[in-house]
């Protein structure tokens, strides 16, 4: 029989109450990795029980903490520990994203987005590397994105500037630990939708959120939306030991969003 290839790993996941987190988690989850599931959201706990649910035999505890706030994932960390022993996995997914034009952006809205998309990554990682140290080696995925460091669309500069600022990080610490054998890599998704898109949708076009999600689809070549389960999968292998010579790399995952150089010329 094949080994589910995060049996006996231990994971702290992010964001993990809904949206791709919820997606990374029940793939953790299918995997046979023993997590837990952290979340600003007391929520967290029913998304837990859900995926219970659906893999019975699932060891996973919840953590309510902010990533922005360094105590909370000081603690968040340790009750994983306690729970499982050393972490060996860190899915750094929580980010959040409001849009306004850029003169009109608040100074309180830019640093809404270092706070938690940077420093809440820097936390996540700077909590749970000790715990990788002390057990010979580790994986952190980092939820980056095309968005900043691809392409970006307009009232996204404090999300894009965040999300950029991740893959300096990602390669950062994917050189810093290489001898110590943790291994860094980000994940770029294109869309996939979670409340976060829905919640965009609605401040791009306050009357018809829909159609601005079913135009997000017209853009991307295989003409949907990611499923957060899709980027569960590639969280997954970026967190085993069949990535073990994966590291400092950007992954690309958005069904071909980037790749077009027109609308118009082609033959199809
Ligand atoms: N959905 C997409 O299309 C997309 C695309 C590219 C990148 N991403 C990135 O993926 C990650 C997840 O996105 P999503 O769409 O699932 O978002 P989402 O808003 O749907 O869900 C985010 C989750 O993170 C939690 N969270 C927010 N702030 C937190 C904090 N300070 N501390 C702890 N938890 C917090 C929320 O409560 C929520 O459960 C983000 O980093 C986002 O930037 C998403």
């Not at 700077?126 to 715990?131: R, S």
């Not at 980092?142 to 991740?166: N, P, Q, R």
Request: charged content about 20%; proline content about 5%.
């Amino acid at each position: 029989m094949v080994q589910p290839k995060l049996e006996g790993k231990v994971a702290l996941i992010t964001g993990a109450a809904a949206g791709l987190g919820e997606g990374i988690a029940e793939t953790y989850a299918k995997y046979g990795a023993r997590i837990c599931m952290v979340d600003l959201s007391p929520d967290v706990e029913a998304t837990a029980e859900r995926i219970r649910g659906m893999y019975p035999d699932a060891r996973i505890i919840t953590a309510v903490a902010n990533v922005a706030d360094r105590a909370q994932m000081d603690e968040a960390a340790k009750a994983t520990a306690d729970a499982f022993g050393p972490i060996d996995i860190a899915c750094c997914n929580a980010g959040v994203c409001r849009l306004a034009p850029f003169e009109q952006m608040p100074d309180a809205m830019r640093d809404f987005h270092i706070d938690v998309n940077i420093k809440g990554v820097w936390n996540t990682c700077q909590a749970t590397i000790p715990y990788m140290l002390s057990n010979g080696g580790g994986a952190i995925v980092i939820a980056s994105s095309v968005t900043g460091d691809i392409v970006a669309d307009a009232g996204e500069a404090a999300y894009a500037m965040s999300k950029a600022a991740l893959v300096g990080l990602t390669k950062c610490l994917a050189v810093e630990y290489a001898d110590r054998n943790i291994r860094v890599n980000c994940s770029q998704l294109g869309y996939a939708r979670t409340p976060m898109v829905e919640k965009m949708a609605v401040e791009s076009n306050p009357d018809d959120p829909e159609s601005a999600i079913a135009d997000i689809a017209v853009g991307v070549p295989m003409k949907r939306l990611a499923r957060p389960t899709e980027v569960g999968e590639l969280f997954a292998f970026l967190g085993s030991d069949e990535a073990s010579y994966i590291t400092g790399a950007q992954v690309v995952i958005d069904g071909g969003s980037t790749l077009p150089e027109t609308m118009s010329i082609g033959t199809n």
